[in-house]
């Protein structure tokens, strides 16, 4: 559980003064407590749940620091760009869009689908085998590209 290791981090980054790495545990485990609690203090939250709260996260982040880009806001960028190297350590290594494309392409062969009408269905086969190992983005793109 990822949870666990984030507590040990928090811990190890307050005896480091590691302000940049503290700012995105904290992150991670607000993020995981909010959700812990939405699902009720009985439930507890899965590995993979726990990998759909990071990706989120960093999506917000980089969402975040296009904006501040924009608007010529460099400083706060740089903030969120930190959080999001800090966030990604604790994701599994991500595929390129190579590697997405022969799963994606072993996904629409087994589920026989053969237009972009089919793209719910693999869209759903692909997040749930891609899942914490590419982004949803990525994988819409290799989809479509490969059913048109």
Do not use: C, F, W
Not at 109 to 121: E, F, H, P, Q, R
Not at 130 to 147: D, F, H, P, S, T
């Amino acid at each position: 559980m990822i949870a666990n290791t984030i507590d040990q981090e928090i811990k190890a980054a307050m005896l480091a003064r590691d302000q940049v790495k503290l700012r995105g545990l904290r992150a991670i485990k607000a993020a995981i407590l909010l959700a812990r609690t939405e699902k009720g203090p009985s439930e507890d939250i899965t590995e993979e749940t726990e990998l759909k709260i990071l990706q989120k996260l960093i999506k917000q982040r980089k969402e975040s620091a296009d904006i501040y880009r924009s608007q010529g806001r460099e400083d706060l960028s740089h903030i969120e760009e930190e959080e999001v190297v800090v966030i990604s350590t604790y994701l599994p290594a991500q595929l390129d869009r190579d590697a997405v494309e022969k799963i994606v392409t072993g996904l629409i062969t087994a589920s026989g689908a053969s237009s972009v009408k089919d793209m719910g269905k693999v869209m759903a086969l692909a997040n749930k085998e891609l899942a914490g190992k590419a982004e949803g983005k990525l994988i819409a793109e290799v989809v479509k590209a490969l059913l048109a």
